[in-house]
């Protein structure tokens, strides 16, 4: 079980809130969130309520200023989070489509891979299904740019991981917490 403590104000500073659980809507605790800090688990953070919008991966440690954090402008993005189990066991497996509904080429993949393009010449993949352990998406190469958090299941279409669009860059295991 995790634990999660979000501030008002940058630097934990200002009222706080804390909890080990999901939390849809932060504006019922807090007016506005700046910054937060991990004391253990892995939570998955997001910019607007409900679980919608940008999501970040934070691990146990101190986020000071959630602008950097959630690499936006907006000073009080974090508007939703939910705990990332911490029972996957050491077994990864997905298999990636270059079209909605599992079509097109498929790849499957039970490590980290840095380039999607480089590694399989796709740009797109527009659905995916994960057999075993959890996934981080990334829009960018190299594990850059937004992230998206796709556990055991199937995601028909790249909106179902919360993307706007279908470009994966990279990939990686979720492998320690």
């Known amino acids: 079980m995790g634990k999660i403590i979000f501030y ?3 630097s934990f500073q200002g009222r706080s809130y804390e909890t080990s659980n999901d939390c849809s809507e932060l504006t019922s605790y807090l007016s506005k969130c700046n910054s ?3 004391e ?3 939570f998955v953070v997001y910019e607007k309520p ?3 919008g940008q999501q970040t991966l934070v691990r146990r440690g101190e986020y000071p200023d959630n602008q950097r954090l959630m690499g936006t402008s907006v000073s009080d993005c974090i508007r939703s989070s939910r705990t990332v189990p911490m029972a996957y066991g050491s077994a990864w ?3 990636l489509y270059e ?3 599992f079509g097109g080429q498929m790849v499957e993949r039970s490590d980290d891979c840095p380039s999607v393009y480089d590694t399989y010449k ?3 993949a527009y659905s995916c299904a994960v057999a075993d352990g959890a996934w981080v998406f990334y829009d960018l190469p190299n594990y850059r740019g937004h992230q998206y958090l796709l556990e055991r299941g199937e ?4 909106a179902d991981w919360g993307a706007a669009s279908p470009g994966v860059g990279s990939f990686r295991r979720i492998t320690e917490f």
Do not use: T
Request: proline share 4%.
């Open 8 to 10: 008002e104000d940058r």
């Open 36 to 38: 937060c800090r991990v």
């Open 40 to 42: 253990s688990g892995l």
């Open 50 to 52: 409900n679980f919608m």
């Open 93 to 95: 497996k997905l298999r």
């Open 99 to 101: 079209r909605p509904d």
């Open 122 to 124: 796709l740009r797109e």
């Open 155 to 158: 995601y028909r279409q790249h």
